[in-house]
């Protein structure tokens, strides 16, 4: 089954680097590598230049395709007619040896499949526990599995506001539980949103849909958009066997004021491509999340040394929230 592996970057050649490196060391290498660059220097092609890697073809693309979406986009559009299976990977990842091998095995057990994802093993850390076991406030457990659980689902479950769905399904009032809550069991689970930075898709999906380009620049949720469509279309799946890391390399990214207005807006435009019509107490429940994550991003002024970050980032989401009542995106 012949498939591409697409990269988008920008502005970061040594994490791209590393990520090559171990693409290099694939028990099933890729037949076709595409580098789709928005960078605005050569920084990256000079890299690549000094460092060959089989199958690569670069790209450096204008301004007028620049922006993580945009560049999808723009590499799905340059992919070889042979490749059945299109991997994405966001460019400070690093693979384990059978990351393709074990995505590419899924759409044999799942010819149904139009998207499979990996697993991410350096975000979380798990700990086998029995199937009946029950977790305190401070722990989340699913399928034998148990960590502990963040500060904001923490007080979202002291507020009623935890998910109510599996991890990578999103309820009715949206801020559901993301694939990286699925354990490492070894298990492949169904869901119906992927981490566009670790996820795979049928070719033909590339026939009817695309990446929205609503998301702009760092196109945060993207992938949620883009699952969250095709999910109504057909089956998607996360290969926990399909393992890689990531280290979320900060060169790249929109200051934080920008950020926490993505979060607020982006977040309402996915919640309404699941949900165009929600009802008043899942309303109810979205903007008392979004609310209650800006305090506590608030309160990090008086309790992380990020101060600035913590101000601009809480003062980022308070005016994405307001300017829903003035302008949403959809």
């Not at 693409?23 to 990256?44: A, F, H, W």
């Not at 992927?194 to 898709?201: A, R, Y």
């Not at 890689?244 to 390399?249: A, G, I, Q, R, T």
């Not at 996915?270 to 165009?276: F, G, I, S």
Request: net charge positive; aromatic share 14%.
């Amino acid at each position: 089954m012949n498939f591409t592996l697409i990269v988008c970057t920008y502005m970061r050649p040594i994490p791209l680097l590393n990520l090559l490196n171990s693409v290099k060391e694939q028990t099933l290498y890729p037949n076709e590598i595409l580098i789709v660059d928005g960078s605005t220097n050569n920084d990256t092609e000079n890299m690549l230049s000094q460092n060959k890697f089989q199958n690569l073809k670069y790209f450096l693309v204008s301004e007028q395709d620049r922006g993580l979406t945009k560049q999808r986009n723009f590499g799905v559009s340059k992919v070889t007619d042979s490749s059945k299976i299109i991997c994405f990977l966001d460019d400070d990842t690093v693979l384990d040896p059978n990351y393709f091998k074990e995505i590419i095995k899924v759409y044999s057990i799942y010819p149904e499949a139009l998207g499979v994802g990996g697993y991410i093993t350096n975000e979380s850390k798990w700990t086998k526990v029995t199937d009946d076991y029950v977790p305190t406030i401070k722990e989340f457990a699913y399928d034998g599995w148990k960590q502990k659980d963040g500060s904001r689902f923490v007080l979202r479950k002291r507020f009623g506001l935890d998910s109510n769905t599996k991890p990578g399904f999103l309820p009715e009032f949206s801020n559901g539980r993301s694939i990286s809550f699925l354990p490492p069991s070894g298990k492949i689970y169904e869901v119906e949103q992927l981490m566009g930075g670790v996820s795979s898709f049928q070719k033909s999906v590339f026939d009817t849909l695309s990446f929205s380009t609503y998301f702009e620049g760092y196109g945060l949720y993207e992938d949620a958009d883009f699952t969250l469509r095709l999910s109504k279309i057909g089956k998607l799946y996360v290969n926990t066997n399909a393992q890689l890391e990531h280290f979320h390399d900060e060169s790249g990214r929109p200051n934080k004021y920008k950020y926490g207005k993505m979060v607020v807006r982006n977040g309402w435009y996915v919640w309404r491509v699941k949900y165009p019509n929600p009802s008043p107490k899942a309303k109810f429940k979205w903007n008392a999340i979004i609310l209650l994550l800006a305090l506590i991003r608030f309160s990090n002024i008086f309790t992380t040394n990020k101060k600035q970050e913590a101000l601009t980032e809480f003062a980022g989401r308070i005016v994405g929230w307001l300017s829903l009542f003035i302008n949403k995106p959809l």
